[in-house]
């Protein structure tokens, strides 16, 4: 059995992860290549080393390309840099054009420039921007245009210029400070309108989740955090402590260009071993499975359980799978394995793949999902499409037919989403992730870390024998004094938006209700897909006292998602919105396959008149609807799906239930 682990907990290089959340932990360095690539697939920014592309320098005079994307935390000549390529000091600065104390530190950078210069430190500018800043996204993108028009002589005037107008973040001002700048308006304020430059900014920020930078502003020289608005004399400190490292990494044979990646892996490999001998395994934790729901490969015998959170696309959960190899061969019935599901959002086949182990399971018992399992992590590298998928349920004799089926109509999907529940109650961010006999272990780990705490419960578990404990009563018993799930964490303060209802847009819910939802979403955004349970959840708590309006926003990392909006439209247009919805469900059902051809297979299905919808197609007859309801949205701020506004109350995101609720519940007093 294999397993990939996408903890955000994972310290050491030997622990990498793939991470589905945000979480300040420390991550291998491998681990943040699979991170990348994840990234790749959601915001198709394309960060490999060695793209052909101008550096410029302060002086904005352009040079080969650089790259310094093997370090932990990877910078490129697509950053904004301050300083010389071979500067010994590097400061990474993760910052936020709205946040104050963003604003703050620049005084501190500022004396850093004087006193150190450019030949002994470099500056390298990512973006942050919070969630609760409204103008902070906006105001990034517009930053990044003028670095990628003008370069970053140009970036850092327009940089200076939002700081000391931090009040006045607005589009009028971006355009009037790129202006000043010498940045040529027509390709500019194209950039800002199809948001050309948001890819960058997203990238950023997701690395910035990765490594832990937390809030902002977050700095880290040479891999060293130093978080907060903190004086110069803090950042001399470690200045002066990373120049001296540096020389010694010189004179032993380390090259100048080098020394970045050098000193930034030795940073994380020592805050890696502080998190290993940090890290918690002897907490026992209250996670209970049930071996009719969930597939369980070893025997009723077994006096160690280890549950497996899992996901069949992610490299990692296939990297471990020869270390549960060798505890099988080594503790034999001793232990047992059970699987849980963890798709991640990054990763599309991941779901269909667990969809086809879920009907061999079906229709061969556990022996038949084991025998899937391994076969899917043998195929992974090769590809998990569905005509793979199709051949590998032929060689794994079973219905084929069925298979598919099961694919396309996500048949098992309550039984995925049931496993990802348990994960966000005991706070799995990633994968893989283990529970043995309840005590936590993440990431792809060796052996070795496994094998102490197996032997450890292996004592409990024949302790617990001969006190009297019945066999089939010994897993409860293990973990029956162990932490429940902790509770979710608060929701966040309820920020309001003003976006007036749209007079024609489909709808679903109470015609009469009082709470009113207007979601933003996008048909190709994943995280828009994983949001669609909550919304369910939501019509069948709250029944007619809420009624959903659709909006459309179409990201433009996203390209077929607006088509696929004005399929939607058109659909609203023939049948209303039963139509509308039951395309809707059909393309969030089949997310990857949004082409025209596509669209038009699924307008036949629903019944929809295909001349009529080809023609709304071909005329753009519903673009300007879509691109109405997406300039709704970003005038209030809206930058990203899917995003909710619920009487006012504004919930961004994949949210869990519990923060909908909050809102909702708010929204429905106050209509009383």
């Known amino acids: 059995m294999s397993v990939d682990k996408h903890d955000p907990h994972a310290p050491a290089p030997n622990r990498p992860t793939e991470i589905g959340g945000i979480h300040a932990g420390v991550a291998a360095i491998g681990f943040i290549f699979c991170f990348l690539a994840g990234i790749a697939l959601m915001y198709a920014y394309d960060r490999r080393s060695g793209a052909i592309t101008a550096d410029l320098t302060t002086s904005g005079a352009s040079v080969a390309a650089w790259a310094d994307n093997d370090a932990p935390i990877p910078v490129d000549s697509k950053d904004p840099v301050w300083g010389k390529r071979e500067a010994p000091v590097t400061m990474v600065l993760f910052s936020d054009y709205q946040c104050p104390y963003c604003s703050r530190v620049e005084k501190s950078f500022e004396q850093v420039k004087t006193e150190y210069g450019p030949d002994k430190v470099r500056i390298v500018w990512k973006n942050r921007p919070l969630s609760f800043h409204p103008n902070a996204k906006p105001a990034a993108e517009a930053g990044e245009g003028v670095f990628q028009l003008k370069g970053n002589d140009a970036f850092w005037k327009f940089h200076k210029l939002a700081f000391d107008n931090q009040k006045d973040?607005?589009?009028?001002?971006?355009?009037?400070?790129?202006?000043?700048?010498?940045?040529?308006?027509?390709?500019?304020?194209?950039?800002?309108?199809?948001?050309?430059?948001?890819?960058?900014?997203?990238?950023?920020?997701?690395?910035?989740?990765?490594?832990?930078?937390?809030?902002?502003?977050?700095?880290?020289?040479?891999?060293?955090?130093?978080?907060?608005?903190?004086?110069?004399?803090?950042?001399?400190?470690?200045?002066?402590?990373?120049?001296?490292?540096?020389?010694?990494?010189?004179?032993?044979?380390?090259?100048?260009?080098?020394?970045?990646?050098?000193?930034?892996?030795?940073?994380?490999?020592?805050?890696?071993?502080?998190?290993?001998?940090?890290?918690?395994?002897?907490?026992?934790?209250?996670?209970?499975?049930?071996?009719?729901?969930?597939?369980?490969?070893?025997?009723?015998?077994?006096?160690?359980?280890?549950?497996?959170?899992?996901?069949?696309?992610?490299?990692?959960?296939?990297?471990?799978?020869?270390?549960?190899?060798?505890?099988?061969?080594?503790?034999?019935?001793?232990?047992?394995?059970?699987?849980?599901?963890?798709?991640?959002?990054?990763?599309?086949?991941?779901k269909p793949a667990a969809e086809l182990a879920w009907e061999a399971r079906a229709e061969k018992g556990d022996k038949g999902f084991w025998e899937a399992h391994d076969k899917l992590f043998e195929i992974q590298k090769g590809g998990l499409a569905d005509a793979d998928l199709e051949k590998l349920a032929g060689d794994l004799k079973l219905d084929v037919a069925k298979v598919k089926a099961a694919i396309k109509d996500e048949k098992y999907k309550k039984e995925i989403e049931a496993d990802h529940k348990v994960a966000q109650e005991f706070q799995v961010n990633g994968t893989p992730h283990m529970f043995v006999n309840g005590r936590r272990i993440s990431g792809a780990v060796p052996f070795e870390s496994f094998k102490p705490i197996i032997d450890e419960e292996i004592k409990r578990a024949e302790g617990l024998l001969a006190s009297g404990v019945k066999q089939d009563a010994l897993y409860d018993t293990l973990i029956k004094d162990g932490k429940t799930a902790p509770p979710p964490p608060p929701a966040p303060e309820l920020e309001k938006k003003t976006v007036a209802l749209p007079t024609n847009a489909p709808t679903k819910g109470g015609s009469k209700a009082k709470v009113v939802i207007q979601e933003f979403s996008d048909f190709q955004c994943p995280y828009c897909s994983r949001v669609e349970p909550t919304v369910d959840q939501i019509t069948k708590e709250y029944g007619d006292k809420v009624k959903f309006v659709w909006r459309n926003l179409p990201l433009p990392m996203h390209p077929d998602a607006p088509l696929a909006a004005e399929a939607a439209m058109e659909a609203f247009k023939q049948k209303g919105s039963d139509g509308f919805w039951k395309l809707h469900g059909v393309m969030f059902k089949n997310q990857q396959a949004l082409k025209r051809e596509n669209l038009e297979k699924y307008a036949a299905d629903i019944g929809l008149d295909v001349t009529k919808f080809k023609a709304a197609l071909d005329n753009h007859t519903h673009q300007a609807t879509v691109e109405a309801d997406k300039k709704a949205g970003n005038d209030a701020g809206i930058q990203g799906t899917p995003a909710f506004i619920i009487n006012g109350y504004f919930v961004n995101g994949a949210q869990p239930f519990e923060n909908f609720k909050t809102a909702i519940d708010k929204a429905l007093a106050e209509a009383k």
């Open 169 to 350: 973040l607005s589009r009028e001002s971006y355009e009037k400070w790129a202006a000043a700048v010498g940045v040529p308006m027509p390709a500019f304020k194209a950039g800002l309108d199809s948001h050309k430059w948001a890819a960058k900014v997203e990238a950023d920020d997701a690395i910035a989740n990765k490594i832990g930078a937390g809030g902002t502003p977050a700095t880290f020289v040479n891999g060293v955090k130093v978080g907060g608005a903190v004086p110069y004399e803090q950042f001399k400190k470690v200045i002066d402590e990373q120049l001296t490292k540096a020389a010694a990494k010189a004179s032993s044979g380390t090259s100048k260009d080098k020394l970045y990646v050098a000193l930034t892996k030795d940073q994380f490999t020592k805050e890696a071993e502080k998190e290993e001998e940090k890290e918690d395994n002897k907490t026992i934790w209250k996670v209970s499975y049930n071996p009719k729901l969930n597939p369980v490969l070893g025997t009723d015998k077994a006096l160690v359980t280890i549950q497996v959170f899992s996901d069949f696309q992610c490299p990692y959960c296939g990297r471990v799978e020869p270390t549960f190899a060798k505890i099988r061969e080594t503790y034999g019935e001793k232990v047992r394995f059970v699987w849980r599901n963890e798709p991640l959002p990054f990763h599309p086949r991941a």
